[in-house]
C-alpha cells in the first residue's frame, strides 16, 4: 500500500480495486461498500488528522457508548455520473449543515467543513470508478459519526468517530408501496429527537414496520404521538399528497426530517408553477380526499428512495386505494430532480457540486 | 490461553489479571472491566455457541447497522459480595426478562434463558476477585445486544451480538443531585420506546442534560411530551416523592421504564407499612407542597444509582430546596436494599440469586 499524507490527511491506498466483484445489475441497498473509507478521530477537545483507508472493519470496545447509549447520527447523500463522466453529489452543503445539526442534538461535537468536503472529495475520486452511469446508478454516501470512547456512564463521549463509506445502489424502492397510517406507535416527540438523523429513531420503528410487513404493507406513515390526526412522515421518507392540483406537505418540526429531497420537490413544484400548501394534513381530510376522489396521489421522498409513490394506505380497518392519473406529480418531480442531478437539465437553484 | 468448552460455552481464559492495576478506592463509574466478557453471535437464524474470551476490543463493520440505526438493548446489573465471600446478583430475572422486552419492541431476536444464565454466572465465577466486600462495593453488569450485520439498510438486522461485559463500581451518584423539570425537550412519546432499555433514549437526552448542567444543575426529570404537566423519570432513575408520610410515585407506561430498584422500592416501603400511591403526579402539586412544607423528600431510584436524594429543583424561573426530616425514607430504603443485597438481612421476597 502507498502511504501518503495530502492537505493533512493521510491515505492509504487499498492494494487492488474489489470492483471487479461486484455485479452492478445485481446489487442489494446497502450491502456492497467501495474500496476506501473516510475517517476523523475526535479526542482531547479536537479532531485529529482525517485519514483514507483501504474499507475495514473497525476495532472498538465493546464499552463504546455507541453501543450502549446510542450516540450516533448519520447522512445520505449521492453521488452521480454524467455521460461525459464527471461525478456530481446534490446539495451536499444541506447534508454537512444537517449532520451538525444531528450532532448538536445528540451533545456530539460538530465535524468541521473542511475536512467534510476534502475527504468526501478525495474518496470520490479515489473510488470514481464505483460511481455507475445509467438512469437509477448511483454511488450512496453514508457520513456518520459514533462516539467511541470506552466508558458505559450515560453522559456524552469525549471520544467520537466520524466515517464515510459509500455504497453503490440503484433505486431503493422498487415497486410502488403500500403503507399503513400509525394509530398506536409513535416514531418521535415534541421537545424530541425526531429532526435529527439520530440512529435510535430507525431502530424504534422498525418494530412497529415489522408488524404492518406481516399485514402485507410496506411501511408506516407516523402520526404525531398526541392525537394520531396528522400525518407527519414516513420513517425514511417525507410526504406529499396531491389533492386535486395542488401539493400538499406537513411542515418540519423537532418531529419531522427536514429532508432535502423535500425541499427540492418543493422547489421544483413551484418552478412548474404547482400550488404548494405547506401545512399540517390531518388523517381524516385525506381518507375524504380518497373518498371524493380529489386524492391524486400519495408519494415518499428521500435521498436514499428519490420519490416513492404510494398506491394504498390503511387506516383501521379501512383501505383506501390511490387512483393515480396518467401523469403523475411524482413521475414529473423524479425526472426533474434526477435530470439534476445527473447533469442533464440546467441546474438553476445551484444545487450540483461536481467533484 | 486455555480453552475449554464447558456445557456448549467456548472459554478462553486470560493469561494473566489485570486486577493488581486496578485502584479499587479511586473508580470511576464503567470506565475499568474485569478480565473476561461473555459474547454470543445470532446468525442464521439462531443464537450461536456462546464464547467467555479475555476481555478485548469488538472487529465489527463500519457498516453494521448499530452505528447506523441504532438497534442496540442494555441492561444494568450488580453482583455483591457478603461477609463469608459469597457473590450474589439482585433480581436478575428481571434483568433477564426485561432485556428481552426491549429486544422484542426493538425487532431484535430474543436471547435464550439458559444462555444468560449460564454466560452470566460462568463469567462472575471467572471474575469473582472482581467483586470486592464492603458497603456500596460492587460489581456492575453490563449485558447488550447491538445488530452487528454490515449492510446499511434501514431494516432489522439479521445478525446480532450478546455481551456481558463487568467494571467494578461504587455509588454512582455521591451527592445530593439538583434538577430541572423539563418543559421544552422531552424524552420519549406514546406509543414509542420510553420503557425499553434502548440504546437510542439515552444519547436523546444528552444536550438537555447539557443544558441544565451549564446552569448548576445535574439531572433533567422527564416530563410528558404533550403537557410537561406530568412528572415522569429522571433518565436514568425512576422518581419517587415523599407528601407527608406518603410515597409517591409515576405508574410505570410505554414511556416510563419499568425500574427493578423501582419495584423493590415500593415493596419495602410496604414491608414498612408506608402507604404508597402509583398514579400521575403532577408539577403543580409537588410544587405545591414544596410550598406548604408537606413535600419531605425526593430521590431517584436506579441499579447504577441505588437511590439518589434529590436536594433542589427547578420549574421555569422558580428553584424549591426539598428540606428534608431527619430520618428519610430514603435512607431507610437504601439501607434495607443493601442489606438485602450483600446477604445482610433476611430475603423475604426471594430477591437474592446465588453465585
Chains 1, 2 share one sequence.
Not at 95 to 117: D, Q, T, V
Amino acid at each position: 500500500m502507498s502511504n501518503t499524507i495530502v492537505n493533512e490527511m493521510k491515505i492509504v491506498k487499498a492494494e487492488s480495486s474489489k470492483i471487479q466483484d461486484v455485479d452492478f445489475d445485481n446489487i442489494d441497498f446497502g450491502r456492497v461498500f467501495t474500496d476506501h473509507m473516510f475517517s476523523c478521530d475526535f479526542k482531547d477537545g479536537k479532531w485529529q488528522t482525517p485519514e483514507i483507508t483501504p474499507y475495514q472493519p473497525l476495532t472498538i470496545d465493546p464499552s463504546a457508548r455507541v453501543f450502549h447509549y446510542g450516540q450516533a447520527v448519520f447522512e445520505g447523500m449521492k453521488a452521480f455520473k454524467d455521460d461525459k463522466d464527471a461525478v456530481w453529489l446534490f446539495r451536499p452543503e444541506d447534508n454537512f449543515n444537517r449532520i451538525n445539526i444531528s450532532a448538536k442534538r445528540l451533545a456530539m461535537p460538530e465535524f468541521p467543513k473542511e475536512y467534510f468536503f476534502n475527504g468526501l472529495e478525495t474518496l470520490l475520486k479515489l473510488d470514481k470508478e464505483w460511481v455507475k452511469k445509467g438512469d437509477g446508478n448511483a454511488l450512496y454516501i453514508r457520513p456518520f459519526i459514533i462516539a467511541s470512547e470506552p466508558a458505559i456512564s450515560a453522559s456524552p463521549a469525549e471520544e467520537y468517530k466520524f466515517m464515510i463509506i459509500c455504497s453503490p445502489v440503484k433505486a431503493y424502492y422498487k415497486d410502488k408501496i403500500k403503507v399503513v397510517i400509525a394509530e398506536k406507535y409513535s416514531r418521535s416527540a415534541d421537545g424530541g429527537v425526531g429532526f435529527a438523523k439520530a440512529a435510535g429513531n430507525y431502530a424504534a420503528q422498525f418494530y412497529p414496520t415489522k408488524l404492518v410487513q406481516e399485514t402485507g404493507f410496506h411501511q408506516v406513515i407516523w402520526t404525531d404521538a398526541n392525537t394520531h390526526e396528522y400525518l407527519e412522515e414516513a420513517g425514511t421518507m417525507n410526504i406529499f399528497f396531491r389533492i386535486n392540483d395542488k401539493l400538499v406537505t406537513a411542515p418540519t418540526s423537532d418531529r419531522i426530517l427536514d429532508g432535502i429531497t423535500r425541499k427540492s420537490i418543493i422547489q421544483i413544484a413551484k418552478d412548474n408553477n404547482i400550488e404548494v400548501d405547506i401545512r399540517p394534513v390531518t388523517v381524516k381530510e385525506i381518507k375524504e380526499a380518497a373518498k371524493d376522489g380529489s386524492l391524486k396521489e400519495i408519494f415518499g421522498s428521500g435521498t436514499a428512495a428519490v420519490v416513492s409513490p404510494i398506491s394504498a394506505f390503511k387506516h383501521g380497518e379501512e383501505v383506501f386505494d390511490v387512483v393515480e392519473p396518467e401523469n403523475t406529480y411524482h413521475g414529473m418531480f423524479k425526472r426533474q430532480l434526477m435530470d439534476i442531478q445527473y447533469n442533464i437539465a440546467e441546474d438553476k437553484h445551484g444545487w450540483r457540486y461536481k467533484i
